[in-house]
Nanobody
Framework: QVQLVESGGGLVQAGGSLRLSCTASGFSFSRAPMSWYRQAPGKPRELVAT????????NYADSVKGRFTIARDNGKNTVYLQMNSLKPEDTAVYYC?????WGQGTQVTVSS
């Protein structure tokens, strides 16, 4: 079955960086576009970034453009989200998503 396991979240000060990882199994990862979403308390889920199956095209929410980078390693069945210049408003649970499948999420907390 499809499994998406996120890691790399944590507590960081504003201006700091984190790299999230999502290791996938149970489907043909190298053919799958992947996404990262996030959900902050009391807010709807927000699409953060997407990447095509080959990694040649990416898209970002306006709120993270220039600060976040999505990338993938198809040999490792892993998609990454490099987050730089973090802000308190980036605090949320971050989810790795393939089609209708969601990981369990990883908490990112940015202190001011």
């Amino acid at each position: 079955q499809v499994q998406l396991v996120e890691s790399g979240g944590g507590l960081v000060q504003a201006g700091g960086s984190l790299r999230l990882s999502c290791t996938a199994s149970g489907f043909s990862f190298s053919r799958a576009p992947m996404s990262w979403y996030r959900q902050a308390p009391g807010k709807p889920r927000e699409l953060v970034a997407t990447i095509t199956s080959g990694g040649g095209s990416t898209n970002y929410a306006d709120s993270v453009k220039g600060r976040f980078t999505i990338a993938r390693d198809n040999g490792k069945n892993t998609v990454y989200l490099q987050m730089n210049s973090l802000k308190p408003e980036d605090t949320a649970v971050y989810y790795c998503v393939f089609s209708d499948y969601w990981g369990q999420g990883t908490q990112v907390t940015v202190s001011s």
